[in-house]
């Protein structure tokens, strides 16, 4: 087995919503990635994925916990030590569009990229005719604005842009969510041929299951600022054990409609993360809730069997 390079540690992340509450975004979290894996992370919104992606890449400050990549902490570092991280760990964001600048030419953004880290008009050049082979784009769309390109192209070019450093470890967040489900696939084989070619280590965000199973090496499920079950991606399809893993398999679209059946819909909204106290954060929505207990106990997330982890009091 690879080596773990990134090590989570009881993440924690709240947002004050008033003088005395706090809303708990992410709320003692803790995993780790090894060295060329899809980690993929699901919930519903708000569950606090991004924030665990903003928090690594120091984008935001935690309150608490440790974050460290390859045995470094990083979630400490000062301004001049998290530039040198920044090359080995970019970023992919959901809009593409939204990701360029809409009045600068694709080609602009590749050089105010490579001026930044004083990277040479010379290899420079060499750098972007090796990506552009790399996500099978023409050189003729360096010259066009982000509006003449494709939502589908434009991922294919924010994806190269991130690897315009090199780096070692994406975050993608919600990288395929605005595209159609024709152009989806294409970019999830596009992400899946990288991690083979350049060895790359990613962290995967997705509120979409279907997604998740195609891509990812191991998944971990949030719920409301915390994990309730962490497993390889086969463990956790096939032998489900979260009560909200469950729901969540149940209520995810089934592309061919042929293999659906009546399914159980998770009971309620989301509820709101402020000032959550003791007890399953699942349990008011849970069909199995054992009152007295998963309503006012905490469960610990427990390896359950080899590689999987589940928090709660009665798993399946
Ligand atoms: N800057 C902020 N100030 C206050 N609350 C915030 C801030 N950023 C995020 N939150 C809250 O933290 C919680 C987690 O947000 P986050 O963006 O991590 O969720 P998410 O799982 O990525 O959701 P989505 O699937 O909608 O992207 C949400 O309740 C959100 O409203
Ligand atoms: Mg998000």
Redesign the pocket.
């Known amino acids: 087995m690879s080596k773990k390079i990134l090590d989570v540690k009881h993440l924690k ?1 709240y ?1 004050p ?1 008033s003088k005395k509450s706090f ?1 708990h ?2 709320d003692d979290v803790s995993f780790s990635i090894f060295q060329g894996e899809i980690f993929g992370i699901v ?12 928090s690594i890449l120091n984008l ?1 400050a935690i309150d608490k916990g440790e974050i460290y990549w390859d045995g470094t902490r990083i979630d400490s570092l000062d301004a001049k030590g998290m530039l040198e991280f920044r090359k080995k760990m970019q970023m992919v964001f ?1 809009n593409p569009l939204a990701s360029f600048n809409p009045k600068q030419y694709i080609g602009s953004a590749f050089s105010e990229l490579c001026k930044f880290y004083k990277i040479s008009r010379h290899e420079m050049n060499e750098k972007i005719i090796k990506l552009l082979e790399l996500i099978n784009l023409p050189a003729d769309v360096l010259t066009r604005m982000p509006s003449q390109l494709s939502g589908g192209q434009l991922q294919r070019l924010s994806i190269a842009r991130s690897l315009l450093l090199e780096p070692d470890f994406i975050v993608a ?2 990288p395929v969510s605005a595209l159609d489900v024709s152009v989806q696939a294409q970019i999830l084989n596009l992400i899946l041929d990288l991690r083979d070619k350049m060895g790359l280590t990613i962290l995967f ?1 997705s ?1 979409d299951l279907n997604v998740v199973e195609r891509i990812c090496d191991r998944v971990a499920v ?1 719920y409301l ?1 915390v994990i309730v079950e962490m497993a390889k991606k086969e463990q956790l399809f096939s032998h489900t054990m979260h009560p909200y893993t469950h729901a969540l398999i149940e209520v995810n679209p089934i592309e061919h409609p042929s293999l659906r059946k009546d399914r159980e819909i998770i009971a309620g909204d989301i509820p709101s ?1 402020v000032d959550v106290g003791e007890g399953c954060r699942f349990a008011g929505r849970c069909q199995y809730c054992k009152k007295g207990l998963c309503d006012c106990v905490t469960p610990e997330l427990i390896e359950v069997e080899s590689g999987h982890w589940v928090a709660c009091h009665c798993p399946f």
């Open positions: 992340k947002y919503v809303l975004a992410v919930g519903e919104s708000g569950s606090g994925k991004s924030t665990i992606g903003r935001i959901q967040d919600e965000i509120h949030m600022g993360a």
